[in-house]
Nanobody, 124 residues
Framework: QVQLVESGGGLVQAGGSLTLSCAAS????????MGWFRQAPGKERDFVAA????????YNADSVKGRFTISRDNAKNTVYLQMNSLAPEDTAVYYC?????????????????WGQGTQVTVSS
């Protein structure tokens, strides 16, 4: 019942920044936690960051700690991923996800709704 649409991806040089957005529709967020995952060609879909419903708790993958920041604005039904100091290894399709629980999750199968993904390409 929830539709998620990512935006903000594109091509950026190494060291640059991008901000991804995820807009939700069809149902209110209520107590849904949100997450970001990414998938490179031929690779598994890996966890990037997650945020609780209240925004009080966030969790980042080791690979992005200190560089990426997840945030949410429940009034706008939108979740963001601010990405700084991008490197070529960050190149992937980035997916927004929602789970029907307030607490964060880090595994793909813990999430119930997914967006279609947005491509992020980092050149050297």
């Amino acid at each position: 019942q929830v539709q998620l649409v990512e935006s903000g991806g594109g091509l950026v040089q190494a060291g640059g920044s991008l901000t991804l957005s995820c807009a939700a529709s069809g149902r209110t967020f209520s107590t849904y936690a949100m997450g970001w995952f990414r998938q490179a060609p031929g690779k598994e879909r890996d966890f990037v960051a997650a945020i609780s419903w209240s925004g009080t708790i966030t969790y980042n993958a080791d690979s992005v700690k200190g560089r990426f920041t997840i945030s949410r604005d429940n009034a706008k039904n939108t979740v963001y991923l601010q990405m700084n100091s991008l490197a070529p290894e960050d190149t992937a399709v980035y997916y927004c996800a929602a789970r029907r629980m307030a607490r964060v999750g880090t595994a793909k199968d813990e999430y119930d709704y997914w967006g279609q993904g947005t491509q992020v390409t980092v050149s050297s």
